[in-house]
């Protein structure tokens, strides 16, 4: 399978290069140089990320997660489909884009991203209130040393520790999130993903 990555560095485009460091599969990467004006060539909307394998264009970091996951069955980074936890881990991968982003988008864009022009500075309270009750049911739900579910890292973590660390400053009030977030953050290969471009194998 040949797989070329269009990425950027610090955006969702980390999420598929983490999950192919975890699963050691062989890629290249395109850098897009989004923050520096550039629009993704083969995406429709110019975002990132995108991938093209074996030639056909595939969006949404969720989906090329998913999808690549279960092209590795050996990795385990996703249960198999006959198995009662792929419907917790599918609630998960889920989970991450629906529920978790939204508001931490919001508050990332009104407060850090779009100039100050284009902020609007109501949305934030509404915003930041609706991503606490988020992280205070997930500080529950990882209240131990493991992970979305159990001993098994899986995509899922790999979707909602990104989304995490947009906002770190949010997280001080939720000691177990901050404990999977280090967690997860210290495996080599999302450590070689967030490697500057140049520097990658
Ligand atoms: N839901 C999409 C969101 C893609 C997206 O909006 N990516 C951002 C970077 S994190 C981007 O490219 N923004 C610039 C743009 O859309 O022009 C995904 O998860 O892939």
Known sequence: MEIELYYTPRT?????RWLLEE???????????LFG?????????GSVPAVRIDG????ESGAICHWLADCF??????????????????????????????????????????PEKKRV?????YATER???VLKILAKELDHDGYLLGEQFTAADIMMTTTLTWLPELLEE?????????RTTARPAYQRAIQPIDEAA
């Not at 004006?37 to 909307?45: F, K, Q, V």
């Not at 056909?56 to 969006?59: A, D, R, V, Y």
């Open 174 to 182: 939720y000691p177990p999130l901050l404990a999977y977030t280090q």
């Open 131 to 133: 991503y606490q009750q």
């Open 23 to 33: 699963l050691a599969a062989p890629y290249s990467l395109r850098l897009v140089d």
């Open 73 to 114: 069955p050996e990795k385990n980074l996703a249960p198999a489909t006959t198995d009662l936890q792929r419907a917790r881990y599918e609630q998960w991968m889920l989970f991450t884009p629906a529920t978790l982003e939204p508001p931490a988008f919001d508050v990332l864009m009104h407060t850090q991203i779009l």
């Open 37 to 45: 004006g550039e629009s993704n060539p083969i995406h429709p909307l």
């Open 56 to 59: 056909e264009t595939l969006i």
């Open 121 to 125: 500075e109501a949305i934030v309270p």
């Open 12 to 16: 969702r485009s980390v999420r598929p």
